[in-house]
């Protein structure tokens, strides 16, 4: 059986050697190209969200919105400064902040991790139940690729995650890193998100498959009884 498994790749996306050399640790990261995550730059960057996060988390009441959202708009990426109905509850944790882009009316429950090494990207009217975790960040294959010789001496990956309107992930569901999940989906409880997913499914299951076909949204928002 082993002998009929195909060969492990160190890398899914290799770029030029010229373009690479000429391109940022955090460029690298953002493109999905091999980076070292122990770049000053990079450790920076982690650090300034840490502290933002901690403030979110520690430091703001729950009746205070102004307070929350001011946190979220200097934490998450500047798009999110557009969008109205953000919303997440403590605790929250993420890499960077900066590489993820909520659209309106984005509701996460308690404990959410949004690993945003590569982009996390949410359409609108999208809501998360407790404990869903969001990974855009992987690890090559090959093990030598992973060890620790020298400080910053190893590599990390990226693979983005987009999830379209209107979807809702149900409570411990895990997004792996380069998923897209189109409009209109449901994802059960617990489910692992392996692959991509089209418009108008319900997921469940590790892997997640679909288990049933959406219709469109039917309902204007806000009424209980159709028209």
């Known amino acids: 059986m082993a002998a009929n498994l195909p060969p492990v790749k160190p890398f899914p996306t290799l770029p030029d050697p010229k373009e690479y050399e000429n391109l940022t640790e955090n460029e ?18 982690r650090s300034k969200a840490r502290d933002l996060i901690r403030k979110y988390n520690t430091e703001t009441s729950f009746d205070d919105d102004a307070g929350r959202r001011k946190v979220l708009d200097e934490l998450l990426h500047p798009s999110c400064r557009q969008h109205k109905n953000i919303f997440i509850e403590p605790t929250f944790r993420c890499d960077y902040g900066v590489n993820i882009k909520l659209g309106n009316n984005f509701y996460a429950n308690f404990d959410c991790v949004l690993l945003d090494s ?12 407790p ?29 983005p995650v987009k999830i379209g309107n209107n979807c809702w ?18 994802v059960g409880a617990g489910a692992v998100v392996t692959k991509s997913f089209p418009d108008n499914v319900v997921i469940a299951g590790n892997p ?9 949204p039917t309902v204007p928002v806000g009424n209980l009884w159709k028209d």
């Open 28 to 45: 690298r990261m953002l493109q999905g190209f091999p980076y070292r995550p122990l770049d000053a730059e990079l450790t920076k960057a």
């Open 118 to 129: 590569g982009w996390i990207e949410f359409g609108n009217d999208c809501m998360l139940a």
């Open 131 to 159: 404990g869903v975790h969001v990974y855009s960040a992987t690890h090559p294959l090959d093990g030598g690729y992973r060890q620790l010789d020298d400080p910053g001496n190893y590599f990390e990956l990226t693979g």
């Open 169 to 186: 992930l149900g409570g411990g569901a895990i997004i792996c890193p380069g998923v897209t999940i189109g409009n209109n989906v449901i």
């Open 208 to 216: 997640a498959k679909v288990i049933r076909h959406m219709p469109e």
